[in-house]
């Protein structure tokens, strides 16, 4: 079976083909991190109508280099939500009407689904049951996974999500949007042990985060360092080295109690976050001194992309699932109102 996968919920325009027999056919991906950057941040009107101009190239971009046509696809699925509503209903529109004219299944699939299972298109995929760690720019959860569509959630974020405050904190200390990946860098060169920032909620029990008090107490470490109201680039990485730090702490403290109330020994992480190599090997560190092992996809299938759609979608398929000919976004949509599937 091969599916065509559209990603388009938030500032990336994804589209690939995954073949249930040989695997990921072709993968194409536009990012609009040159369109948003001027505004620091995700203009939602912008989004939807760089996808608008950007996504039918892109499926005729990923078939030709799949050396296929339209009349070889089995089934188109599109991300239905959570996500921006202009920018989803662009691939739920293209993806549900390409479906009806080829005269294939439609699959809805979930984004945050699409990331927990992004890890399974890699060679070493991990087997149900694991902890699933989703860290993106919209979501921070700890959820337990017994199969596909089988999920429950430990805990959440009851403020920012991490990706949220890695790109606020990026802008306190003056980094470009999007700021993750370039607070990461300038972690890098920093002084870790200069600040030492808090943990938040890792002395309170249970698995849920809150971010908001780190943003805080950044703003203030900034607003501190701040000569003629300019940051040094010394002061910028030991703030970023020290923010990361707190970040990836909790987070692992976090994942090592799921484990062991779930007396589990695999955890996926997922998620635009998840490209973090420092919480990566923090993880990576840790899980080894308790016999457990991480699991995580490449950097380019962390962040948004059509492939993880794609896989989603075919998961689906082939469990008998398919959308009616309704175009429906949930720019909100719990994981847990998805249906199961029977295995
Ligand atoms: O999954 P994703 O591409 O989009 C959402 O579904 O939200 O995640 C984007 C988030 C952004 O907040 C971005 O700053 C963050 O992931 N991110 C990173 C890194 N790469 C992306 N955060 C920290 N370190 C990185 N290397
Ligand atoms: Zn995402």
């Known amino acids: 079976m091969r599916v065509l996968g559209l990603e388009s919920s938030c500032d990336e325009t994804g589209v690939a ?36 101009r950007k996504l039918l190239p892109l499926v005729r971009q990923v078939l030709d280099s799949a050396n296929l046509r339209g009349s070889d696809i089995d089934a188109v699925a599109y991300t239905a939500g959570p996500g921006l509503a202009g920018a989803l209903m662009v691939g739920a529109c293209a993806g549900r009407a390409m479906a009806y ?89 920093g002084d870790v042990s200069r600040f030492t920032f808090p943990r938040p909620m890792v002395n309170r029990p249970g698995l849920d985060f809150s971010f908001s008090g780190l943003k805080t107490y950044t703003l203030n470490t900034v607003a501190e360092c701040r000569v003629d109201g300019q940051l040094s680039d ?26 062991k109330q779930e007396g589990l020994k695999r955890l996926v992480i997922a998620g635009g976050v998840s490209a973090n190599t420092a919480l990566r090997e923090r993880l990576e560190g840790r899980l080894a001194t308790i016999g457990a092992a991480v699991y995580y996809p490449r950097p380019a299938y962390c962040t948004d992309n059509g492939a993880m759609i794609a896989y989603a979608g075919c998961c689906r398929l082939l469990a008998g699932q398919s959308e009616t000919l309704a175009v429906q976004v949930k720019p909100r949509w719990p994981m847990n109102e998805l249906p199961g599937l029977e295995r």
């Open 17 to 52: 083909i995954y073949d249930s027999e040989r695997g990921l056919l072709a993968d194409a991906l536009y990012s609009q991190i040159a369109l948003h950057a001027e505004f620091g941040g995700v203009v939602p009107e912008l989004a939807s109508r760089d996808h608008v």
């Open 101 to 189: 004219a080829w005269g294939v299944p439609a699959l809805a699939v979930h984004h945050m689904e699409g990331h927990l299972l992004a890890p399974m298109l890699e060679d070493t995929a991990p087997e149900f049951p694991f902890i699933a760690l989703l860290v993106s720019g919209g979501h921070t959860q700890l959820v337990r996974v017994d199969g596909i569509g089988n999920y429950r959630l430990l805990g959440e974020s009851l403020d920012d999500a991490a990706g949220e405050a890695f790109d606020k904190a990026a802008k306190m200390l003056g980094l470009p949007y999007p700021g993750g990946p370039q607070l990461a860098k300038a972690a890098a060169q």
């Open 234 to 259: 010394g002061d910028r990485n030991d703030i970023a080295a020290a923010f990361q730090e707190a970040v990836v702490d909790t987070l692992t403290i976090k994942c090592l109690r799921a484990l």
